[in-house]
């Protein structure tokens, strides 16, 4: 992409009413813009990102064997009347009559869908395990809206749902998502720590928020500090070797990590030494949950089990707030100059600068670097804007592209460009086929 025929309004003023860094930048870096309370939309350069976290999503989660689809966003009121919850939810749910005076509602999240879906299809046990999902919008009212993205009223979800016969083949499939999970925010270059974490009024242990640590983070989580120091790096897994996936669950969440809704200072003190223990702030970037049959057996979501009885199944609910992600990766990767981009999402692999624009040799050499760059398969994105150096500079540090590829007439006379880490300030002359060969290396590590 050449900066001259894109569309990044980029901010000059820090927005007055941003109260976190990463809705200040994001605002500045002209990613969003805000609709309504809550409500934003998502320009060309915030699409980009929030497109790749879709991606990453996706890919995670169909290695894991779960199945995308599609649910709409306009739900009847009718199968929520079924499960109780139409009465239960409160203010949070918008409400919408159509002309026929019809109840609808936009959906805050869709087990009842999901579980309509699967009644209407699936009747033994033979179908099983089947664990379906999809990446939608989704609205809640929320009383306080704020720090942009983190908290929207119309905020993008990616909520999967688990069929199992039993208990214990759903308590599969929940580590299974623990362990999908895990590799889908390190690709993201998050640490995101699973925590114990509220069953609400369903109860029981099972269900584990993945919390991002950050100052603005809106939850308050205590732990071990132990557990900052696991990675789950590029080891190999096979998500349907049950021992496997258990052994990961259990080497991430037997240590101390929980949300205040269910510390106990009494277990904290008497399973963490001292040295080890922290209490800080944390944003939830996703949720798992096995739920049994809270859903299936209102709703009539029964298989026959194989042995002449019909039982209702097994479910569990897993989501990632693939929105409020772009602003926990903010929020945990940014300078005081702006945004700095983990390579697995960044919106353009690399910036081109280009110091003396309208000067043949640096037009040139810029053009041979844009067009051996898309040849291998990268997007750059090419500063050909008629503007200061430091102006330029400025605009890529405030965006946070994570490499930049500096060129300007001095170091063309010595037949080099300059290679510059956004994250490190580090940079290094070398040939532009060189500079090229570098970004390919570095993007085919991760
Ligand atoms: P919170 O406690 O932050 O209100 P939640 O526990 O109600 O969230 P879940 O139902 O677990 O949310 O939804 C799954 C994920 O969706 C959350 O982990 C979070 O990352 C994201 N999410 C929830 N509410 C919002 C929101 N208002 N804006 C943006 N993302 C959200
Ligand atoms: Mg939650």
Known sequence: MRLTRYFLPVLKETPADAQIVSHRLMLRAGMIKQASAGIYSWLPLGYRVLRNIERIVHEEQERAG????????LQSADLWRESGRYDDYGEEMLRIRDRHDRDMLYGPTNEELITDIFRSHVTSYKDLPLTLYHIQWKFRDEIRPRFGVMRGREFLMKDGYNFDVSKEAALHAYNRHLVSYLRT???????AIPMRA??????????????VLAETGESEVFYDSAVTDLTFGDREIDYDDVAQCQGVLEEFTTRYARTDET????VFHSQVPEERRRSARGIEVGQIFYFGTKYSEPMGAMVDDGQGGRVPVHMGSHGIGVSRLLGAIIEASHDDKGIIWPEGVTPFHVGIVNLRQGESATDAACEGLYAGLKARGFDPLYDDRDERAGAKFATMDLIGLPWR???GPRGIEKGVVELTSRRTGESEEVSAEAAVERIAEIYDDR
């Open 263 to 266: 510390h106990d200072e009494g």
């Open 66 to 73: 779960h199945i995308p689809m599609l649910m709409p966003t």
């Open 185 to 191: 925010y390190e690709r993201m270059g998050l640490q």
């Open 405 to 407: 590829i500096t060129v």
């Open 198 to 211: 509220d069953g609400g009024p369903i109860g029981g242990d099972y269900t584990h928020e993945f919390l």
